[in-house]
């Protein structure tokens, strides 16, 4: 009599109907995982300059100095800068006390200020009062809006982040 062998394992079919699931699902995830990476750029881009903004506000007490600024240079090849006065953030050194370029931040294509020059009053306590919009090539963006006693906030203009509020 013959007796009935159990074998056990996947069949070349099976495999085949598995790794074409798992394709799809990876295809499926991508762009998604792409998008959240970009945001997350954004993000962390836009605290960082916020962070760097507060620092510029609390030297300006500290310095006391009448003309101490955050410098701004906008549009794709973006940078800013802290100094006693106007620097250039394009050119090396320029800024006395801080300097970043856009550079050191990936996926930002273009970031668009309403003024050039923010500046501290240590007098007042007032800084000048404007906008810093960030933009990705992706279509996503975020706005620091700074008010004249140098408080800054993030909203975002198109409301494709929904951490943010809408500007």
């Known amino acids: 009599m013959g007796t009935i062998q159990r074998q056990d394992g996947f069949t070349l079919t099976e495999l085949i109907i598995a790794i074409a699931v798992l394709a799809i699902v990876v295809a499926a995830a991508t762009p998604s995982f792409f998008k959240?990476?970009?945001?997350e750029r954004l993000e962390?881009?836009?605290e960082t300059v916020i962070a760097d903004f507060n620092f510029f506000r609390q030297e300006g007490l500290k310095r006391r100095v009448p003309d101490f600024a955050f410098n701004v240079s906008d549009g794709t090849s973006w940078c800013y800068g802290i100094a006693v006065g106007t620097c250039s953030c394009t050119t090396v050194n320029?800024?006395?006390?801080?300097?970043?370029?856009?550079?050191?931040?990936?996926?930002?294509?273009?970031?668009?200020?309403s003024a050039a020059k923010y500046t501290y009053d240590w007098v007042r306590g007032t800084v000048t009062a404007g906008t810093i919009t960030f933009n990705t090539a992706g279509g996503y963006d975020l706005r620091i809006v700074i008010n004249g006693l140098g408080r800054a906030s993030i909203c975002s203009p198109s409301d494709n982040i929904p951490a943010y509020q809408s500007c």
């Open 44 to 46: 962390l881009t836009v």
């Open 36 to 39: 959240m990476i970009e945001k």
């Open 94 to 113: 320029s800024c006395t006390v801080r300097q970043v370029t856009g550079s050191d931040f990936n996926g930002i294509a273009t970031v668009s200020s």
